[in-house]
């Protein structure tokens, strides 16, 4: 076990569909990012946030927000899904905001549309 | 723009036969690089951050070194149970991730 959370595991969603995934960072850790990984494209950062703000922001489509509640807990939405946003989303946390140091990633949350 | 290259892609190691996987980077202002391990379904695990050319990290069959436009990840003797996919991650403004070497040690 990482430390860090991630909800659902699995999804399963129809095309134009909205869905949360939401990530618990690791105990301490104040940052927060998403990335997604697909079969031909790696791992995409798609956004950062640091103690509830963005910090950073990569390649993530408009259809897709982020946000980091007071807890620290973070939630990535995904809206008017297509077949191309299966992926793996995975969350890492690290305790700075200079990324100088190793994320700690979530076990991620497969996702699948059809 | 800055880009990540790993090779091999995919590396195939008899149990005991030591190799390298290379990481390259036309990447300005960097500031460290990352690698980690990768298995099937999980999230990728940390192994090592090197901040500067010539420094090296270990780590039981593994080895980490950094020049200004490389990383290698040296595996010595390998074990069936360092089959994963390797990633490195040279850090710039934002982590950027190679898509990694799969590796693959039989018996």
């Known amino acids: 076990d990482s430390g860090v959370t991630q909800t659902p595991k699995h999804l399963i969603t129809a095309t134009g569909q909205r869905v949360t995934l939401r990530c618990s960072p690791r105990s301490g850790d104040l940052s927060v990012y998403w990335y997604q990984q697909s079969l031909d494209q790696g791992l995409q950062f798609l956004i950062q946030y640091y103690n509830g703000e963005e910090r950073a922001k990569g390649n993530i489509l408009e259809r897709f927000s982020a946000q980091q509640f007071p807890d620290l807990h973070s939630e990535l939405n995904l809206s008017s899904l297509e077949l191309g946003d299966s992926a793996l989303y995975f969350c890492?946390?690290?305790?700075?905001?200079?990324?100088?140091?190793?994320?700690?990633f979530g076990s991620g949350t497969r996702l699948t549309v059809v | 723009e800055d880009q990540v290259t790993q090779s091999p892609e995919a590396l195939r190691l008899q149990e005991g036969e030591s190799s390298s996987l290379n990481c390259s980077y036309t990447v300005s202002g960097l500031r460290g690089l990352f690698w980690y391990r990768q298995d099937p379904g999980k999230g990728p695990e940390f192994l090592f951050t090197l901040y500067s050319a010539g420094e090296e990290k270990e780590k039981e069959r593994l080895k980490a070194t950094l020049t200004k436009k490389e990383s290698f990840l040296h595996i010595t003797a390998p074990k069936p149970e360092d089959s994963a996919t390797y990633l490195c991650?040279?850090?710039?403004?934002?982590?950027?991730f190679g898509t990694g070497t799969q590796l693959k040690v039989e018996l």
């Open positions: 991650a040279p850090l710039l403004n934002k982590l950027t």
């Open positions: 890492a946390s690290s305790p700075r905001s200079t990324q100088n140091y190793g994320y700690t």
